[in-house]
């Protein structure tokens, strides 16, 4: 027993796994893009080594250093996570240099405070004049086509997504918007003084489906038929997953889409991956946003009334 003990304490311990680096999206199709922009800030530092004499302790500028410094900085912090939030592509292309020449533009600021060049070399304030305008011009375009590309977004987006969005609203399951994203959608409908649909749509025996068939299956039955719903949805119609099988969604009044999108679902079948075809009675409850209740009570309403 002692040995076994001995044993168990020489081994080495697994350290802790680290959490994973970000995988950084390619500039212009080079994967290296952050490893050459180093090697240009190695070399400006070089440049300046070279050419240039230490400026004294004394003639240090403490507010431009921590000004400019800190500028420096917060533009590579903004670099990398453009680069790992986005894909590659255009726009990421060019925000990324935009900000590579801001980043190159307030380097050279900021080495000019700690040295001292000859009052007949040119080439730093061509430097600090040229790359930081040019790497707003830069920028300036690519947050033009970012807009461009947000615009395309929208309307891709659609039915998930109404007047604002919010990404910590989202269903990880389905991809919907969540209850809370639907409840601050009925207060904006409200305070802009509309009156619109609500509808709650779920299925009669769905905890059946958990129970005989898995968890995992019960998921891929609401995801499907949300991306079915979504494919039926008329303009102006925002779709959100509730809880478990419950699926809301907000209508112009007097719409007739309740009617239909309910017999979509009662039409509809989810197969099994033995190819049974699984088909439930579909539940379903309706009030007007206009109610005299809070948001998420109004919510919780719709949700008794199936029950």
Aim: glycine share 8%; charged share 20%; net charge neutral.
């Amino acid at each position: 027993m002692k040995n076994r003990d001995v044993n168990e304490l020489n081994q080495p311990r697994a350290l802790p796994r680290l959490p994973a680096l970000p995988a950084f999206a390619p500039v212009l199709g080079l994967r290296h893009f952050g490893h050459g922009l180093l090697l240009l800030l190695a070399l400006l530092a070089g440049l300046f080594a070279d050419q240039a004499a230490p400026r004294p302790f004394a003639q240090w500028r403490w507010m431009d250093i921590v000004g400019e410094g800190g500028m420096a900085i917060m533009v590579g912090v903004w670099l990398a996570y453009v680069r790992a939030s986005r894909p590659a592509g255009p726009v990421s292309n060019w925000l990324c240099l935009g900000l590579a020449c801001m980043l190159l533009g307030s380097y050279v600021d900021v080495l000019d405070e700690f040295w001292l060049l000859p009052k007949s070399v040119l080439w730093d304030n061509w430097l600090e004049s040229t790359l930081t305008p040019l790497g707003m011009l830069l920028l300036t375009v690519g947050l033009h086509h970012w807009r461009g590309e947000q615009l395309a977004l929208q309307r891709q987006l659609g039915p998930r997504e109404r007047d604002f969005r919010d990404h910590r609203r989202i269903d990880a399951l389905t991809q919907l918007a969540d209850a809370g994203y639907m409840a601050e959608q009925i207060a904006l409908e409200r305070s802009a003084g509309r009156a619109s649909t609500l509808l709650m749509l779920g299925w009669q025996g769905f905890d059946g489906v958990a129970r005989l068939h898995g968890l995992a299956e019960a998921d891929r039955m609401v995801q499907s038929a949300s991306r079915l719903l979504l494919l039926h949805l008329p303009p102006d119609t925002l779709l959100c997953r509730y809880a478990g099988d419950r699926l809301v969604l907000l209508l112009p009044a007097g719409s007739a889409a309740p009617e239909r999108l309910q017999a979509v679902l009662a039409d509809w079948s989810y197969h099994l991956p033995g190819g049974e075809a699984l088909a439930l009675p579909v539940q379903a409850a309706q009030a007007r946003t206009d109610e005299a209740l809070e948001p998420q009570a109004l919510l919780l309403r719709l949700l008794d009334r199936m029950r």
